[in-house]
């Protein structure tokens, strides 16, 4: 369990922005409920054809939303749900309308692995295996690059010599072939694109630059932007620090505020599900320049998932029934916005 500050740290004269405690959304925004009744759905994906697609962390369940209406499409049974492991990212085929095809990033027996899923027939074909695995720090992001490579994020698996061992696929960005190969170009000669992170998240990118949400231990959760073979300081450092060697985050928070996970560029900014702070930040972006983070949709309790759907919407999922929340009687819920 990690600490909690009582304080609001000033780190800016470190190169990050640590934001300040949140009050209320400063303006309304319409919010419609797609579903209600979810299992911490933990990430979006969208098919062709416009309908969400998700995955469920403890059920093992990928679903499929379309309107309102609710399917499951797939189960991952080796999926081996435990702490903050279980089915968690997805990523849909590029060729989804020829192949019929998602990719899983998911916690089994012993380590951490991403899948190709046929939907239809529910083949499941390991592609990456042996990240390591933990109750905790277990990471779980998973999306396909603008490269057309697949991306994730993995988390130290509780050991923090991990992260600065370009030889462990733990405490990573991981940037590989559909296939599960290392993708051409990547700094180490494997599938390790940048190391040094404790537990990331989200990935998204947005005017060519990537994004990457992460967990800080008792004191600072970040934002950083991934560079090939950047080192992002952990266990030297927690947020910004002072020593040459590392990449700083380009935002962060107190451990309080944030809690960031799922990440979506949508209408020129960035959007952060904050599970902690039970909230979403918004950060505007302006080429690769960031804006003030703005704290919305605070009302909703533990924000995980955020996707920016091709109908022009954003979607939120909460996650008030990971056993850190407190659920109300319709969670989880998958939300849409304008906002």
Request: proline share 7%; with cysteine.
């Amino acid at each position: 369990m990690r600490a909690r500050l009582g304080a609001v740290l000033a780190l800016t004269a470190l190169g990050a922005t640590l934001v300040a405690p949140a009050q209320a959304d400063p303006a309304p925004f319409a919010v419609r409920t797609l579903a209600t009744g979810q299992d911490v759905p933990w990430d979006f994906g969208f098919l062709p054809d416009g309908s969400g697609i998700y995955t469920e962390r403890d059920t093992k369940k990928i679903k499929k939303i379309t309107g309102t209406a609710v399917t499951t499409v797939a189960t991952v049974n080796d999926a081996v749900p435990g702490g903050e492991g279980g089915l968690l990212g997805i990523a849909v085929s590029p060729t989804f309308a020829q192949d019929n095809t998602v990719y899983v990033y998911y916690t089994a027996a012993s380590d951490n692995r991403v899948s190709r899923v046929r939907l239809g027939n529910g083949a499941v074909e390991p592609i990456v295996t042996g990240i390591p695995k933990n109750r905790f720090h277990n990471g779980g992001g998973l999306e396909f690059g603008p490269d057309g490579h697949l991306w994730a994020t993995t988390g130290d698996a509780g050991t923090s010599a991990n992260a600065q061992n370009t030889n462990s696929l733990a405490g990573k960005v991981l940037r590989f072939t559909t296939t599960g190969e290392p993708a051409p170009g990547n700094p180490f000669n494997n599938r390790v694109y940048s190391y040094g992170h404790r537990n990331p998240q989200g990935l998204t990118w947005a005017n060519g630059r990537a994004y990457a949400t992460e967990f800080g231990n008792n004191r600072t959760d970040e934002l950083n932007a991934i560079e090939s073979g950047k080192n992002y300081g952990w266990p030297t450092c927690e947020g910004p620090c002072n020593d040459t060697r590392f990449v700083n985050p380009v935002k962060s928070w107190p451990n309080r505020e944030a809690g960031p996970t799922g990440i979506a560029f949508y209408k020129s900014a960035l959007y952060i599900g904050a599970v902690t702070g039970r909230r979403v930040w918004k950060v505007p972006v302006t080429g690769t320049d960031l804006g003030t983070p703005q704290a919305l949709f605070t009302g909703y309790g533990r924000v995980r998932s955020v996707g920016a759907a091709p109908d022009g919407t954003l979607w939120l999922g909460t996650s008030n029934q990971d056993g850190r929340g407190t659920p109300a009687a319709t969670d989880d819920r998958i939300l849409s916005t304008d906002g």
